[in-house]
């Protein structure tokens, strides 16, 4: 379940029970294109972490919309912490989960420049794994005719026509210019939902797959 969801007596009853939780982290505010909504990052974690809830016994902590993101940060709405802070706050937010008994936790990370990040931050911790979704879901691969790009790209944009059809701006995906200029790699022209709902089922398989290989008694 959502740990936002939970009452405070229920959630020091989860801990004492020594759950994983489950932090995902998707930027609620970055440049994806002219296409896409700055949310793409925050709606995919979102989405992913929901589907591990309904698959095994974990905790979701709400979504940490902020994070590092360089790259991004020059495009109008995009907000961005630098390398030392983003650490310091997830930093923060597992030792705070640890100091009230969920010693087991799993970052979920949706972005690129954000892995090394949570690569450092998680090696202070005994229990910590970091899941990057970029790694996930490759079985899925086959599907995707133009595979160059990684951002705001075919798979994005599918994966967002699988979530939230409603918002891609469908007449904005033929894209014009370098990244500077558009905020996007790739070629979305060839996006669709179900293109996008197989890449979310092949990423939720491996994200599943990598929980019970680090605990097993999840299974």
Avoid at 117 to 126: G, K, S, T, V
Wanted: negative net charge; charged residues 25%; without cysteine.
């Amino acid at each position: 379940m959502w740990l936002e969801d939970l009452a405070w007596p229920e959630a020091k009853a989860w801990f004492a029970a020594d759950p994983v939780v489950v932090i995902p982290v998707g930027a609620a505010a970055k440049a994806h294109g002219p296409h896409l909504p700055l949310k793409t990052d925050a709606l995919t974690a979102r989405a992913l972490a929901q589907a591990l809830i309904e698959r095994l016994p974990v905790i979701a902590a709400p979504v940490l919309g902020l994070g590092f993101y360089p790259a991004f940060s020059s495009f109008a709405g995009s907000q961005h912490l630098g390398a030392d802070t983003f650490k310091a706050v997830v930093g923060e937010l597992i030792a705070g989960l640890a100091a009230q008994g969920a010693r087991r936790v799993a970052l979920l990370n949706t972005g690129v420049s954000t892995e090394k990040p949570l690569d450092e931050i998680a090696a202070a911790f005994d229990d910590v794994l970091v899941l990057h979704m970029r790694l996930m879901g490759r079985s899925a691969e086959a599907l995707i005719e133009k595979r160059e790009g990684g951002h705001a790209d075919e798979r994005e944009t599918s994966v967002v026509l699988a979530l939230e059809p409603r918002s891609v701006r469908l007449d904005k995906l033929a894209l014009d210019g370098p990244f500077e200029a558009t905020g996007a790699t790739g070629d979305p022209t060839r996006a669709t939902a179900f293109k996008g709902e197989r890449i979310l089922a092949a990423r939720l398989d491996d994200l599943v797959a990598a929980l019970v290989k680090r605990w097993p008694d999840l299974s």
